[in-house]
C-alpha cells in the first residue's frame, strides 16, 4: 500500500513537474507570440500609413492629371484659334498680293500718264512764265489803284464832313476849297484852349484811321506837319497833318501804341 502511495506520490510530482514546464514553454511561447504580435502591429501600422500616403499621392496625381486635361483643353483651343487666325492671315496675305499687282499696274499706268504730262508740263512752263510776268504787271497796277481808292476814300469822308468852321482862305483862283471838317458840338470846347504848336484831339474817325484836331491854318499848320500825341509824360501816338482850315486840321494817325482819345493833348 505504501509503495502505491509513492509511486502515486512520484507520478503526481512528475506530472506537476511537467506541467510546471508545459506552462513555462507555454509562457516563453505566449511572450514570444505577443513580442510578434507588437511586431505586427507596427507593421500593419507602417503599411496603413504608407496607404494612406499612397491614397494622398494618389489623389495628388489625379488633381495633377486633371490640370493636365484642362491644360490640354485649353492648348487644343488655342491651337484651333491658331489656325483660323493663319487660314484668316493666309486669305490677307493673298487679298494683299491681289492689291499690289492691282497697285503696279495702276503705277505703271500713271507712270506712263506721269511722262505724258512731263512733256505738256514743259510746254506749259514757258506759257506759265509769260502769266507770271503778267500777273506781276496787274498786281503792280492793282496796289497803285488800290492807293488810290484809299486815298478817294479818305477824300471822300472828309468832303462828307458838314461844315461848322470856315475854309482857309486861298489866293490862288485856280485852287479847289474842300468842304469843311466837322468837329462834334462836345468837342468845341477844346478849340479855344490851343497855343501856337499844342492842341488836342477833337475828333476821331476809326474806320477811316484819322483825326481832327483843334490847330489850323492859323496858328500856320500846313499838310505835311507832323505831332506827337501825349497822355500825361508818355507819347502814345503820331499825327500827320493831311487838310487844314483856320482853326482845325484832319490829320492821319501814323501810329498809335494805345488808342488815342478826344482830349488827348497834341504837340510838335
Known sequence: MDGKLKIIAVAVSVILLASFFVNLRLLGIKRSLEMERESLKQEIAALNKKI???????????DRIKEL??????????KEDLTQQCKALMDVRDNLTQQLQAANEQLEREIKMRTYFEGRLGESQDENGRLKNKNSEL??????????IEKLKKQLHFARISATVPPVPSGDGN????PPISVPPQSQKYLEESSPR???????NK?????????GANSGIKVGDSFSVRRGRNSIATLNVIQTRNSVAACDIASQAVAIKIGDQIAQ
Open 52 to 62: 494612406e500616403e499612397g491614397v494622398a499621392e494618389r489623389k495628388k496625381l489625379q
Open 198 to 204: 499844342i492842341g488836342k484831339v477833337v475828333a476821331i
Open 69 to 78: 486635361d484642362t491644360v490640354n483643353t485649353q492648348l487644343s483651343r488655342e
Open 207 to 215: 474806320e477811316n484811321n484819322f483825326a481832327v484836331i483843334n490847330l
Open 139 to 148: 498786281e503792280i497796277v492793282l496796289k497803285d489803284s488800290l492807293t488810290k
Open 175 to 178: 485852287a479847289v476849297e474842300l
